[in-house]
């Protein structure tokens, strides 16, 4: 075998490993049953055993296959923020001509308040 080809272990180095995982699992279960005896039920992410990798070709297929689901998750998301973003623009357009409009009314009124003024001003002055 060449340096740089990682070793392969053997069958039953590979079952004892298995075995000894399987092991503390149980071991784990075990206290996660006297725990969940104790204290409410709390929810727990599921994690997998990873399955062994044989050869260079399943780790970069497995490597692989994480890398597009990643890719593929983020794309959706980032479309989802997409469309968030692109709703809240439609949002902010209307509401600003929703306040646009109510503007315009403030100034209508506000000029026709200040036309009197001017006129009762200059009546005053002219007397």
């Excluded at 959706?76 to 902010?92: A, C, F, N, R, Y």
């Amino acid at each position: 075998m060449s340096e740089d080809a990682p070793e392969i272990p053997s069958e039953e180095a590979a079952a004892e490993a298995i075995e000894t995982v399987d092991a503390a699992q149980d071991h784990a279960n075990q206290d996660e049953t006297n725990q969940d005896e104790r204290k409410e039920e709390t929810p727990m992410l599921d994690v997998h055993m990873p399955h062994p990798t044989h050869t260079w070709k399943d780790f970069w297929i497995h490597l692989g296959t994480i890398s597009v689901g990643l890719l593929i998750a983020i794309g959706l998301e980032q479309g989802v923020e997409k469309l968030h973003h692109l709703e809240q623009g439609h949002q902010l357009s209307e509401d600003l001509q929703k306040e646009a409009l109510l503007n315009r009314g403030r100034i209508a009124y506000d000029e026709g308040v200040l036309d009197k003024e001017m006129a009762w001003l200059l009546r005053c002055g002219a007397m």
